[in-house]
């Protein structure tokens, strides 16, 4: 699987409450979610993000508390892959869970705002088409590839 598209660049420890706003939790609906997504840290993110595109960031994206309402707004608002130095673990668990591709790749800091990726899941393989550069992600196994695949662990189990 193939994803390509343009980078949304953020820094360390983006938490869960900067990802989706605690004041819009009492909607469960993507496309609500998505509305508010990264709005208290790049209030023109949902006006820029195209789908597709990329959210880059270093370390600990996704800190915080384990709601499953960071990964949904960031798959709804168009998002197609998060990648980053490191994750906070119950983040990356949750958006596996509904199917957003994370991949941890220790150049992540390297990626600018704006620069174009061509990044293959299958080999964890990351081509930065602007900066000319190519960074090496641990691949999926192929029970996670699948869950992806399917759009999330509850579709993979009902498949």
């Not at 609500?32 to 997504?37: R, Y």
């Not at 080999?123 to 000319?132: A, D």
Request: with cysteine.
């Amino acid at each position: 699987m193939t994803i390509q598209g343009s980078v949304h660049k953020f820094l360390d420890n983006i938490d869960t409450d900067v990802i989706i706003p605690a004041r819009y939790l009492n909607s469960a609906d993507p496309k609500e979610l998505a509305k508010h997504c990264m709005e208290d840290i790049d209030a023109d993110f949902t006006a820029k993000v195209k789908d597709g595109d990329i959210i880059v960031a270093r370390q600990n994206f996704g800190c915080g508390s384990s709601r499953e309402h960071a990964p949904l707004a960031i798959k709804a608002s168009g998002v197609s892959l998060v990648i980053a130095c490191s994750f906070a673990r119950i983040f990356y668990r949750n958006a596996l869970n509904i199917g957003l591709p994370i991949l941890e790749c220790a150049q992540a800091d390297e990626i600018a705002a704006g620069d174009v990726l061509r990044v293959n899941l299958d080999e964890g393989r990351i081509e930065n088409r602007t900066q000319g550069k190519f960074y090496q992600a641990e691949p999926f196994p192929p029970f996670l590839r699948n869950i992806i695949e399917k759009g999330g662990l509850m579709e993979a189990i009902n498949a």
